[in-house]
């Protein structure tokens, strides 16, 4: 049987991943380039690594949630992202959405009788 540590990582694994958009977007009301968005999430609590951060921020202003603009003005060119219009829609709606879920969730966890889980 598998060591119940490390299906407990895994689930806490999954629960997360499923966090990481609304934490991206949560943190774009003002442009933000790759690196310090690891940094601020990280500070906040929210590990991410770089090689999911990347790609996931492609996607997104790929699917025209964000816009970006290239700083050239610092040594290193920097890519800054921020939230489109269409990307401020789709946070709100996602906020709305976790909201309801917390609710439900939080819910099931009680049960009838108030006293949670454990």
Not at 6 to 14: F, K, R, S, V
Not at 96 to 112: A, P, V
């Amino acid at each position: 049987m598998a060591d119940i540590q490390e299906t407990i990582n895994g689930l806490i694994q999954e629960l997360r991943r499923g966090t990481i958009i609304i934490s991206v977007l949560s943190q774009l009301s003002e442009p933000q380039y790759g690196y310090s968005m690891v940094t601020i999430l990280q500070e906040k609590g929210v590990n991410i690594d770089p090689g999911t951060l990347y790609p996931l921020l492609r996607r997104l202003e790929k699917q025209e949630l964000l816009e970006s603009t290239w700083d050239t003005n610092e040594t290193r060119p920097r890519k800054y992202y921020s939230l489109s219009p269409a990307g401020k829609e789709v946070y709100q709606q996602l906020c709305k959405e976790w909201k309801s879920l917390c609710n439900s969730l939080d819910s099931l966890i009680k049960g009838d009788d108030g006293n949670g889980a454990g």
